[in-house]
């Protein structure tokens, strides 16, 4: 979601700041500021749209000495719509506050300071918390007890930064259900809302955790929690920097597609057993999946596609009852757990917070398990386990290679649970792990469809809807696909399982919209999809067919387009027959000249509801 950086040291604080929050632009925004400490005063900076504005106005503001602290901002709104005002940081007296999340009571408190004579200026609840934090600190408190008292007053979630003029030394920091992360150098500190915008001047990092309150100096930091001074362990994180560009490629997006091959082989290092035939998820609890009798998977967006073939996965190999909901929908009913239902969560960045709070339903009754990419994340901090995707940071907005490990990933875990229940032969989890094996070359082989599919794109480009039908394995990868057109070309899209068509979609056909059949070789899925297919074609539907059966002339004589990709195993396709949809959408939002990477409206992370 927003994004946060501070610093305090030698270097220039705002030439840190903004590099950071360079490095954060993947999560969306809509405005930008800066506060930094200079020449004794706070110096408060902010700009409508992106950092390009924000450069510019520093400019024309001319901050009079090199600053050595401050912080940053990048905001999309929730409270109050983009502008300058509402664009933080905020201010108070002489503090000045940045904050990720959302504070549930800021009308009652907002009431309660205006009658103390505070005037807003803003339309946000951020600038509740730094008027807050001005009246502590008029009453005698320093900055760390001032920040301790305000949060004691804020319901909600937050990660808050704050400077003051009087304290100009140091950041205090407040975390609660939105991430912070502390980098640690010599003779200098960051304070991030993410590893990424500090990984390239530090590799040792501390992460916070909810109550967790901590004052950040040059030399030295110090956390309490629930009023006790703790110890958090430093981790040195191992990501290369270099993994956090574009590497040449004219988008992150492309270039996360192109990751695919790897990332997909680091998924699976460790933990296949190619030389016995047999897959390892050490992570886990060893009689977990022995024990549970039913499966509940959560996931929103990309994450709740990946949970449907997890569904797939578990009850096909393993024979357990699954069931996939919304974590947006799952945290406000009552939903039937206990003590041998296990809750899978799915998210690539752990920070969702519909998924952190379908979490924190489901931890009082039940087992929990987590299918996350980021290390130390606060769905990794809630889960008894994780099953970490080690796809590397995904820059885009839009999910590629997240998905496709996400979906890997929850094959493993049915892998091991038919194991551990004794569902599956040593022969036949031997040819589960062959066909793994196979995988990272099917998939660069798919990634090698790209110059087809530009072609395709460029003679469906100007379409208006889509229409992405799919059986069985295939139904949630036509979900995917349609989700990826819409979100980064802004083409209306639909996603059916293909059985569905003939219930209401089919009266939407005609010869202006193009379908998208993802046809599998599995000889039933494949018939069933064909006489789907000659439904479609005889509405003179213009039909792209993307299919792992190699020259298939039937499905030729219906198709106007047919993409192949190769055959691995039943299980498997579905990952590899994502990869041509995931350059469609691609290259349809490229040629109609879309923001690919930061599409409008979407936030890598949706930290708040």
């Known amino acids: 979601m927003c994004g946060i950086v501070g610093y305090?040291?030698?270097k220039n604080a705002l030439d840190v700041i903004i590099g950071g929050l360079e490095r954060l632009e993947y999560r969306g925004y809509d405005s930008a500021g800066v506060a930094v400490i200079a020449d004794g005063q706070i110096r408060v900076t902010r700009a409508v749209g992106k950092l390009e504005n924000l450069k510019k106005s520093l400019e024309d503001a001319a901050?009079?000495?090199?600053?050595?602290?401050?912080?940053?901002?990048?905001?999309?709104?929730?409270?109050?719509?983009?502008?300058?005002t509402n664009a933080h940081p905020h201010s108070a007296g002489k503090v000045s506050l940045i904050h990720n999340g959302i504070i549930e009571n800021y009308m009652t408190l907002r009431a309660d300071l205006e009658r103390e004579g505070c005037i807003f200026r803003s339309d946000t609840?951020?600038?509740?918390?730094?008027?807050?934090?001005?009246?502590?600190?008029?009453?005698?408190?320093?900055?760390?007890?001032?920040?301790?008292?305000m949060c004691a007053e804020i319901k909600g979630s937050y990660a808050f930064l704050v400077i003051d003029e009087r304290y100009p030394d140091r950041i205090v920091a407040a975390k609660n259900s939105s991430p912070i992360v502390l980098g640690i150098g010599a003779g200098e500190m960051w304070v991030a809302s993410d590893i990424p915008a500090i990984l390239g001047s530090t590799r040792q990092v501390v992460i916070l955790e909810d109550g967790d309150i901590t004052e950040v100096r040059a030399n030295t930091f110090r956390i309490e929690h629930d009023g006790k001074e703790v110890e958090r362990t430093p981790m040195t994180?191992?990501?290369?920097?270099?993994?956090?560009?574009?590497?040449g490629f004219k988008h992150f997006m492309l270039k996360e597609i192109h990751d695919q091959p790897q990332v997909v082989t680091d998924c699976v290092r460790g933990r296949l057993r190619q030389d016995v035939g047999s897959v390892e998820l050490p992570e886990l609890p060893p009689t977990l999946l022995k024990e549970v009798q039913r499966v509940l998977f959560l996931g929103c967006g990309t994450a709740w596609h990946a949970a449907l073939l997890g569904k797939f996965y578990l009850e096909s190999l393993a024979r357990i009852p699954c069931e996939v909901d919304y974590a947006s929908e799952f945290r406000y009913r009552e939903p039937v757990l206990d003590a041998r239902t296990l809750v899978v969560a799915i998210s690539q960045s752990g920070e969702t917070a519909d998924t952190l709070g379908a979490v924190?339903?489901?931890?009082?009754?039940?087992?929990?398990?987590?299918?996350?990419?980021?290390?130390?994340?606060?769905?990794?901090r809630k889960v008894e386990s994780t099953v970490f995707t080690h796809a590397g940071p995904e820059i885009s907005v839009a999910s590629t290679k997240a998905f496709t490990t996400q979906v890997l990933a929850s094959y493993l875990l049915a892998l091991v649970s038919a194991e551990q229940r004794s569902m599956i032969n040593k022969a036949k989890l031997a040819e589960h792990t062959h066909a793994i094996a196979l995988l990272p070359m099917a998939m660069q082989a798919a990634v090698a469809t790209e110059s087809s599919v530009r072609e395709v794109a460029r003679r469906f480009q100007t379409a208006r809807d889509f229409l992405f039908l799919g059986r069985g394995l295939c139904y949630p990868v036509a979900l995917e696909g349609a989700l990826k057109l819409k979100e980064i070309s802004y083409?209306?899209?639909e996603g059916y399982p293909a059985g569905e068509m003939k219930h209401g979609p089919i009266a939407l056909i005609d010869d202006k919209m193009p379908v998208v059949m993802v046809v599998q070789r599995s000889p039933h899925l494949r018939d069933?999809?064909?006489?789907?297919?000659?439904?479609?074609?005889?509405?003179?539907?213009?039909?792209?067919?993307?299919?792992d059966t190699e020259g298939d002339k039937e499905l030729r004589r219906y198709a106007a387009e047919v993409i192949e990709v190769p055959f691995v195993s039943d299980l498997l396709s579905p990952l590899i027959l994502t990869v041509p949809l995931q350059l469609l959408a691609y290259y349809v939002a490229v040629l109609n000249g879309t923001d690919v990477d930061l599409p409008r409206n979407l936030a890598k992370s949706v930290t708040v509801e």
């Open 125 to 149: 609840d951020t600038e509740i918390a730094a008027h807050l934090c001005n009246r502590y600190i008029s009453k005698g408190l320093d900055l760390f007890n001032a920040m301790k008292a």
């Open 8 to 10: 305090v040291g030698p």
């Open 237 to 247: 994180i191992t990501w290369d920097p270099v993994t956090a560009q574009k590497g």
């Open 63 to 84: 901050v009079p000495a090199v600053p050595h602290l401050g912080i940053g901002h990048t905001r999309w709104a929730t409270h109050g719509k983009p502008s300058e």
């Open 528 to 547: 069933k999809a064909m006489s789907n297919l000659r439904e479609v074609h005889s509405r003179d539907a213009q039909v792209i067919a993307v299919t």
């Open 491 to 493: 083409i209306h899209a």
């Open 360 to 380: 924190d339903v489901a931890v009082k009754h039940a087992r929990t398990l987590a299918i996350c990419n980021v290390l130390g994340s606060s769905l990794s």
